[in-house]
T-cell receptor, first 115, second 110 residues
Framework: DGGITQSPKYLFRKEGQNVTLSCEQN?????MYWYRQDPGQGLRLIYY???????QKGDIAEGYSVSREKKESFPLTVTSAQKNPTAFYLC??????????????FGEGSRLTVL | KNEVEQSPQNLTAQEGEFITINCSYS?????LHWLQQHPGGGIVSLFMLSSGKKKHGRLIATINIQEKHSSLHITASHPRDSAVYICAVPIIQGAQKLVFGQGTRLTINP
């Protein structure tokens, strides 16, 4: 079955460490997204990619980095520059993008806790 | 004012009740998405609609483009419907992106 796989599901990080969250999709979607979710808040866009080898900053990109070397993969690195990284991170994909994304597909999420 | 507003924020009901969750938006959109977030955190897409009404099992979604309002209804609610329901809209003007509502936390008691 097609879908999005995120790993790890839970991750603990010490302050000052970079961590990378994996996101893989086998839906052949061009667009992929990373969102951050904090308690009581809606999803906020970190980065998005419309096509391989291209990505754009979202609303809260500071302290994060991404790459899109393959269509099916869109890893997110949470760097030590991110001041408050403890959050739930969701990866998503869609066949289109922008104003006409089509149906949205999400991974199961990765919960990052900074110790 | 947020571009997407959901109500209520929290809803508790008894099994079998008819549930309505509302979503209002203030921007031009191409379609509206209803999403369900399970207690474990994963999100699934329930509906994508640009006009009228869609039905899937006990779930019904409606949208009124003129009034910029959508509703999600659940008939014969069941404890397994307990989840957070989120509406999301792709904005068609300016920075084209998805905007999400804050979510409605639904709890169905047996």
């Amino acid at each position: 079955d097609g879908g999005i796989t995120q790993s790890p599901k839970y991750l603990f990080r010490k302050e000052g460490q970079n961590v990378t969250l994996s996101c893989e999709q086998n839906l052949n979607h061009d667009a992929m997204y990373w969102y951050r979710q904090d308690p009581g808040q809606g999803l906020r866009l970190i980065y998005y990619s419309q096509i391989v080898n291209d990505f754009q900053k979202g609303d809260i990109a500071e302290g994060y980095s991404v790459s899109r070397e393959k269509k099916e993969s869109f890893p997110l690195t949470v760097t030590s520059a991110q001041k408050n990284p403890t959050a739930f991170y969701l990866c998503a994909s869609s066949i289109g993008w922008g104003a006409h994304p089509g149906e949205l597909f999400f991974g199961e999420g990765s919960r990052l806790t900074v110790l | 004012k947020n571009e997407v507003e959901q109500s209520p924020q929290n809803l508790t009901a008894q099994e079998g009740e008819f549930i309505t969750i509302n979503c209002s938006y203030s921007v031009g959109i191409s379609a509206l998405h209803w999403l369900q977030q399970h207690p474990g955190g994963g999100i699934v897409s329930l509906f994508m609609l640009s006009s009228g009404k869609k039905k899937h099992g006990r779930l019904i979604a409606t949208i009124n483009i003129q009034e910029k309002h959508s509703s999600l209804h659940i008939t014969a609610s069941h404890p397994r419907d307990s989840a957070v329901y989120i509406c999301a809209v792709p904005i068609i003007q300016g920075a084209q992106k998805l905007v999400f509502g804050q979510g409605t936390r639904l709890t169905i008691n047996p």
